[in-house]
């Protein structure tokens, strides 16, 4: 049997069908895999120029070998989600370099349909979900050239629309299956981590330049929904992570398990819901500090009042607290707690810790060192700014008495250690400060961008209290946001058109899409599941969810049916009904009698009938069945059977005569 060549139009589109599905994984490719992917389109353009579709096979070896190497050197893995989708794009171009046959053509379309999906393991967003969508139509088009008959005559946007049509046609069943079909708790699969799938977003240490580097992000954190009142932007301190040690480089958190803490609180407390996005860590945000932890499923609340889950969180997390930001805590401090927060590493910056000694020497108490150190920020020259210069050995030191230049964490780290080095208890806390109202949808934006650390410092009879360095250096950081504190020139975040009227509503718009596309889609559990079919007056089972299915696909399929192929096939019988007539009219013109344009045919019928009496009957039957098959709609396919018949015998008829 002769194999069926793939014809060169369809390859183009299956190309061109895959750098676009292929396009979003970009940034999680390795370089040399762009490298080896700009290689094999290269190869195999080369071969079409030529007109030599095959490649050699020892090419074709030689560079697998060479991608599976590539592979398990930079991930030292094959199947990792990193990993495992570099092996699928590098493969399928690989495919796309032998792909000669239909049936090469077939599977790769096939293979592309996975590889779209796997986008949604980086980016679950609505414009990524709206770009894969027209992905998909391309790989249906692709399908429908592959299938092309040759020298069929089609216009260019004919099979393009056709391809869009069947689709859309797809998206009913594709939302009622998507809200009725039993929900499996946790992912279908447990895909291991990669190594190197971090994702944005704070690190478990903090060290000079760590958390600079996220004012040039605009994605987000978390989103909050305030139920009622919302605090002052100045009182907005999303608290994450509480970081203890320091070895004279890097602060880190205390892995220490300690019991949840005794406080006090008094003034108005808030109620809120956060949405969080999927950062790969165990820490959950609260604002200062949440009242309700107990309520809170998997999670864990320490003595550090640092909110944690019990697994790392891989995907969208909604929760709700309440919180107060008047309190006290940790009237008493323990032996403990007081040695780990006043450690310093020996021999560290001794130029802070003498001047340490002098505040010590010359104050009456902690808290007049504390006010000391916050007029040392403001009066000296001491700049807020996200391009510090670089800092080498003692590098406190020379922050405070050589650059001072820097960002959020080179004050808060300054700070705590000048506490530490007087003899008072402090720490460094990393999380998020502020937050983006978006009138929208009523809810607010916490950015990446908005990643802040501050200092807590521990006073007899008053417990931990927050002190922010930042707010004395620059006050607009904390009464506004990163890009009202840093100056122009050095703000790569281009103020002007961030906060241009037009941008900022398109961004909030896109942000607003992007939340209830979280709440309704990407949150969508068996929980929410069960709420959607009480609502309804359902209760919903997996068995009525499958009895439901199969009865709303039977629907659709009829509904298929009477639309296209019925209707289809009810055109196809019309047109071939009126050639029919056309011949039967023609061989009346051979004998001196044409249809004139505003006559009938049973007007027509009559002036053959006066020409040709004998043939009367015959004349008037083909006439009635004509007129059955124009506006009648029973026994379609045997009836335009007789009128075939009934027009071949006259036309024996007509011949002989």
């Excluded at 108490?365 to 403001?378: A, G, M, S, Y």
Aim: proline share 4%.
């Amino acid at each position: 049997m002769k194999t069926k060549v793939i014809n060169t139009h369809a390859f183009y589109y299956l190309f061109a069908s895959l750098v676009f599905v292929c396009l979003p994984h970009l940034n999680h490719l390795p370089l040399w895999s762009l490298a080896f992917i700009g290689t094999t389109i290269v190869i195999k353009l080369r071969a079409i120029y030529i007109e030599k579709l095959t490649i050699p096979k020892w090419i074709v070896v030689l560079m697998t070998i060479g991608a599976v190497s590539g592979i398990l050197l930079e991930y030292s893995q094959l199947f990792g989600r990193n990993a495992g989708i570099t092996l699928l794009v590098v493969m399928l171009f690989l495919k796309l370099l032998e792909t000669q046959t239909y049936r090469d053509g077939m599977l790769l379309a096939c293979m592309m349909c996975f590889l779209v999906i796997t986008n949604f393991l980086f980016e679950q967003r609505i414009l990524m979900a709206a770009y894969l969508f027209i992905g998909v139509i391309a790989i249906t088009h692709s399908f429908i050239k592959l299938n092309e008959l040759p020298n069929t005559n089609t216009k260019k946007l004919e099979w393009p629309v056709y391809a869009t049509k069947i689709t859309l046609f797809a998206l009913p069943v594709m939302v009622i299956f998507f809200i009725v079909f039993p929900r499996i708790p946790g992912p279908l699969w447990k895909l291991p981590i990669d190594h190197k799938a971090a994702r944005s977003g704070l690190s478990e240490t903090m060290r000079f330049g760590s958390i600079g580097y996220l004012a040039l992000s605009n994605e987000p954190a978390f989103r909050v929904e305030f139920k009622g009142e919302r605090p002052k932007q100045n009182e907005l301190y999303w608290r994450g992570i509480i970081m203890e040690e320091f070895d004279g480089d890097i602060w880190s958190e205390n892995k220490a398990n300690v019991p949840a803490p005794n406080y006090i609180t008094s003034g108005p407390s808030y109620e809120y819901t956060i949405t969080l996005e999927p950062h790969n860590k165990k820490w959950l945000f609260a604002l200062d500090l949440p009242t309700n932890t107990s309520t809170l499923a998997g999670s864990q609340f320490n003595h550090r009042y640092q909110l944690t889950n019990t697994e790392d969180i891989e995907k969208l997390k909604r929760y709700s607290l309440t919180s107060q930001t008047n309190y006290i805590i940790d009237r008493e401090l323990s032996d403990v707690s007081r040695i780990r927060n006043t450690r310093i590493p020996i021999n560290s910056n001794p130029r802070a810790v003498a001047f340490a000694k002098e505040l010590r020497s010359t104050s009456k108490n902690d808290l007049e060192i504390i006010q000391k150190v916050l007029t040392h920020f403001r009066q000296e020259e001491f700049y807020y700014s996200l391009r510090p210069p670089q800092l080498v050995g003692d590098k406190i030191d020379e922050f405070l008495f050589s650059s001072r230049k820097g960002f959020c964490e080179h004050y808060a780290g300054s700070f705590v250690f000048l506490m530490r080095a007087a003899g008072i208890p402090a720490r460094v806390v990393a999380g998020y400060q502020g937050g983006e109202q978006n009138a929208l949808s009523d809810y607010m934006i916490v950015k990446q961008a908005d990643a802040h650390a501050w200092a807590e410092v521990w006073l007899p009879s008053v417990g931990w209290r927050r002190v922010d360095p930042t707010a004395i250096i620059s006050p607009s950081r904390i009464e506004g946001n990163v890009d009202e504190a840093l100056d122009n020139s050095e703000n790569p975040r281009f103020t002007l058109a961030y906060n241009n009227p037009a941008l900022k509503s398109m961004r909030l718009l896109i942000d607003s899409m992007n939340h209830n596309w979280n709440q309704w889609v990407i949150s969508y559990d068996r929980k929410k599941q069960d709420q959607l079919f009480k609502k309804i007056g359902l209760k919903y089972n997996a068995s009525n969810a499958v009895t439901a299915l199969t009865i709303f696909i039977s629907l659709l399929f009829l509904i298929f049916y009477y639309f296209t192929v019925n209707k289809k096939d009810k055109k196809n019988i019309s047109e071939k009904h009126q050639k029919l007539y056309e011949k039967f009219t023609l061989l009346f013109a051979n004998q001196a009698i044409v249809k004139v344009e505003h006559e009938n045919a049973i007007q027509f019928s009559a002036r053959a009938s006066e020409k040709f009496p004998y043939l009367k009957n015959q004349i008037a039957t083909i006439t009635e069945q004509y007129n059955m098959l124009e506006y009648a709609n029973k026994d379609q396919h045997k009836l335009l059977d007789k009128l075939k018949n009934n027009i071949d015998k006259l036309e024996t008829v007509l011949e002989k005569k």
